[in-house]
Structures are given as structure tokens and as C-alpha cells.
């Protein structure tokens, strides 16, 4: 019983002992680039920023911030549009990285059709 107890009373002066420094790396992989972005129509939303987009489309229904990522959403009575957007290497405002179209039921739409939709209301 006197082992059981010395051993409890001996294992946070062993814990002091361990090295705390570890070394966390902080830094996150970059985004790849999209292949979205050479997609005829798609020029217009690929690259921007919120700002840019907010100008594009109007306030977004949902605006997201799970970082690195930022999440912006914009409706329209045709489809959903939800851009994705991650700060670039070098730094900077966050753009679009990649872009998700569908319609309120869930069903896949075209993305520059949806893109376009956008730009009309």
C-alpha cells in the first residue's frame, strides 16, 4: 500500500521533469490553386474579395468566419452560391478560392449560371 501511495506522490515530479517545449508548427498549407479559375464566366468571382463580392452581389445571407477560411454565402431565388475564401501566401485580404452552386433543395447547378442569376437581382 506505502508503494501504491510513494508512486502517486512521485508522478508529478516526474511530470516536471518532461520537456514542455514542443514544437507546434503554426503555419497552415495554402489553398491549391482552383481549377475554377480558368472556367469561362467564373473570372468575375474566382481570386476576389468580400469586399468585391459584396459589391458583385449585395450583402451575403451568411458570412462565416471559421479561420483561415471565411465562408460567404449569396441566394437568389435561382440557386445558392457559397465562396470560399483563404488568405493568399504572401498575405493579404482573403479571396475566393473556390465556389459551390445549388438550387434550395439541394440539387446541384450549373456555376456560372448561378453566378450570373446573382448579378441580375
Known amino acids: 500500500m506505502k508503494a501504491k ?3 502517486l506522490l512521485s508522478l508529478p515530479a516526474l511530470a516536471a521533469c518532461a ?3 514542443a514544437t507546434k508548427n503554426t503555419s497552415l498549407p495554402a489553398a491549391p490553386a482552383s481549377p ?7 473570372d468575375i468571382v474566382m481570386g476576389k ?3 468585391q ?16 477560411a ?3 454565402q449569396f441566394a437568389s431565388g435561382a440557386c445558392i452560391l457559397d465562396a470560399y475564401l483563404y ?5 493579404g485580404d482573403s479571396r475566393v478560392t473556390h465556389i459551390d452552386a445549388r438550387r434550395s433543395d439541394g440539387a446541384e447547378v450549373d456555376r456560372v449560371s448561378c453566378v450570373n442569376a446573382l ?3
Open 5 to 7: 501511495f510513494l508512486i
Open 87 to 91: 488568405p493568399p501566401e504572401n498575405g
Open 49 to 51: 474579395t468580400a469586399g
Open 36 to 42: 475554377l479559375k480558368s472556367v469561362a464566366g467564373l
Open 19 to 21: 520537456s514542455t517545449t
Open 53 to 68: 463580392l459584396t459589391r458583385l452581389f449585395g450583402n451575403p445571407q451568411l458570412d462565416i468566419s471559421e479561420p483561415p
Open 119 to 121: 448579378r441580375l437581382r
Open 70 to 72: 471565411r465562408k460567404l
